[in-house]
């Protein structure tokens, strides 16, 4: 089982809509989640961390279920802007440290 | 200022030759890393440093070597380059390791290509 699993998408739906995005990881371990977003040719940039209780940041609202070991974002009121692709980030113990590891993506299309 | 700095930001290189990629971040953070996304846009984790010292090293090739002169530098010297090396390499740095302190800043990449 991979590490980090994201549906890959593409997701494209009209301006206004609401979409969510689900991610499944493989260390019951983990302690750290984040949702990043990445635009086309620049670098991946953090959307919002995922608390256990769930949090909202506008439009953007995350998710966690350890038990499960699940991860969601939903976006509602989708703007063209939101396209993008949202990467879905989780932290594991490697070697001495700890280390962020990334999903492999998933691409939204948002048009007017 | 840009907080996570790297150079250079394209570079194209033959296969066999040796090149090197400067990283510096001014934001005081503890550790850096250095990431590598492939043609297929997947992001993977290769090396981390924490105040300097090597902490992770995902089974990167040992012609790869990181070399971290002090905290706020992480460069990444790539001997006898290889066709499959061509990708765009991300340095990144955070303020230290666990939970909130995870967070990631990264550089606007390196795009690699091996001819």
């Known amino acids: 089982r991979k590490e980090v699993e994201q549906d890959p998408g593409p997701f494209n739906v009209p301006e206004g809509a609401t979409v969510a995005f689900n991610c499944t990881y493989s260390n019951s371990a983990s302690q750290s989640f984040f949702w990043y977003r990445q635009d086309c040719r620049k670098e991946p940039k953090l959307l919002m961390s995922v608390y256990s209780s769930g949090n909202e940041d506008g439009r953007f609202t995350a998710q966690l279920n350890r038990a499960s070991q699940y991860i969601s974002l939903l976006i509602r009121d989708s703007k063209l802007s939101d396209s993008a692709t949202y990467l879905c980030?989780?932290?594991?113990?490697?070697?001495?440290?700890?280390?962020?590891?990334f999903g492999k993506g998933t691409t939204l299309s948002v048009s007017s | 200022d840009t907080a996570v700095s790297q150079t250079p930001k394209y570079l194209v290189t033959q296969m066999g030759n040796d090149k090197s990629i400067k990283c510096e971040q001014n934001l005081g953070h503890d550790t850096m890393y250095w990431y590598k996304q492939d043609s297929k846009k997947f992001l993977k984790i290769m090396f981390s440093y924490n105040n300097k010292e090597l902490i992770i090293n995902e089974t990167v090739p040992n012609r790869f070597s990181p070399k971290s002169p002090d905290k706020a530098h992480l460069n990444l010297h790539i001997n006898s380059l290889e066709l499959g090396d061509s990708a765009v390499y991300f340095c990144?740095?955070?303020?230290?390791?666990?939970?909130?302190?995870?967070?990631?800043?990264f550089g606007s990449g390196t795009q690699l290509s091996v001819l």
């Open positions: 990144a740095s955070s303020q230290g390791q666990g939970s909130t302190n995870e967070k990631l800043f």
């Open positions: 980030v989780v932290n594991i113990r490697g070697g001495a440290g700890t280390a962020l590891i």
